[in-house]
């Protein structure tokens, strides 16, 4: 099962266009998250520290 963020958890800006905006791909079992960010550089600052930035609906269920 795939899930769709669309909210970028470093600025909370929920995106609405998501052709070409960077993401990443948390995998969790059989349980897939799709996480957009609103550029690569939030996306990199996430992928330093996923847990920080984690959305709280996943972190939530990862607990």
Request: no cysteine; charged share 30%.
């Amino acid at each position: 099962m795939y899930r769709i963020e669309t909210t970028d958890p470093i600025t909370g800006k929920t995106l609405k266009q998501l052709v070409n905006m960077p993401y990443v791909i948390e995998n969790d079992h059989d349980d897939s998250l799709v996480i957009y960010f609103e550029s690569e550089y939030n996306r990199d600052l996430y992928l330093q520290n996923p847990d920080e930035y984690r959305p709280a609906h996943h972190a939530a269920k990862r607990s």
